[in-house]
């Protein structure tokens, strides 16, 4: 059985008061691990990284993503309330602002970091981040 094929699963898995304690280490570990990634890479290379592409937390980008993963025959798991949108099948794109960036990589200082939007959907955006001088 697959973990969110449980429906009690799929309604308390964004739970904070039902996760028992060792999940929730769980999930802190891979962020942890992934900061320490970008951190590595940030201290070793010369050049800017560039991101892919981060959606923008507001309720605009919130339903596009809803809408989309409904196209696409996916059960949304998660509200409103929620900075990132699951589905049962297991995607789970987290949305930021430019302020949760800026407190996700506190090691880089706000001047080296800039915001760009590509086109005109604007519900991504692409992160730069500099090297200090």
């Avoid at 605009?60 to 990132?84: C, H, N, P, V, W």
């Avoid at 800026?102 to 090691?107: A, G, K, R, V």
């Amino acid at each position: 059985m697959e973990m969110y094929d449980n429906e009690n699963t799929v309604q308390k898995s964004f739970d904070i008061d039902f996760l028992p304690e060792e999940l929730l280490q769980a999930q802190w570990a891979e962020f942890i691990e992934l900061k320490k990634i970008i951190t590595e890479v940030y201290n070793r290379n010369r050049r800017p990284i560039v991101s892919g592409a981060c959606y923008i937390d507001n309720e605009r980008t919130r339903l596009k993503q809803e809408g989309f993963y409904s196209k696409m025959r996916m059960t949304i798991i998660t509200d409103k309330a929620d900075s990132f949108t699951a589905t049962k099948e297991r995607f789970w794109p987290q949305r930021f602002t430019q302020e949760k960036l800026y407190d996700y990589l506190p090691f880089v200082s706000k001047e080296n970091m800039s915001f760009m939007l590509p086109g005109s959907y604007r519900f991504a955006m692409q992160v730069r981040i500099k090297k200090k001088d």
